[in-house]
């Protein structure tokens, strides 16, 4: 069972940047792909960006490329996602989520999901 931590949410002007962190219990996370995934209120989750196991392969939804950022650390099994030019329609509870596959899926079928975090971007 692989368990997920977020960190890194909170309150942010537009404009602004966070970055948030995804801390995995397992070793095996190097044999992953890692998602984040986003719900604001009322609508439905969307996928927002992932990463294949090695970092050589990522996808961004169309509204947040050029802005986001999504990394990963195998040494340290944590993936990132940085956050720039933060618009308040970004505001929403952030998941991280991990699939049981070396290769990253553009649907919501990932098998491990953390918590989730807050992000609010103030206008």
């Known amino acids: 069972q692989v368990q997920l931590v977020e960190s890194g949410g909170g309150l942010v002007q537009a404009g602004g940047s966070l970055r948030l962190s995804c801390a995995a219990s397992?070793?095996?996370?190097?044999?992953?792909?890692m998602a984040w995934i986003r719900q604001a209120p009322g609508k439905e989750r969307e996928l927002v960006a992932a990463i294949n196991w090695s970092g050589g392969t990522t996808y961004y939804t169309d509204s947040v490329k050029g802005r986001f950022t999504i990394s990963r650390d195998n040494a340290k099994n944590t993936a990132y996602l940085q956050m720039n030019s933060l618009k308040p329609e970004d505001t929403a509870v952030y998941y991280c989520a991990a699939r049981s596959s070396r290769f990253i899926a553009t649907t919501l079928t990932y098998d491990y999901w953390g918590q989730g975090t807050q992000v609010t971007v103030a206008s």
């Open positions: 397992e070793r095996t996370f190097s044999n992953k792909a």
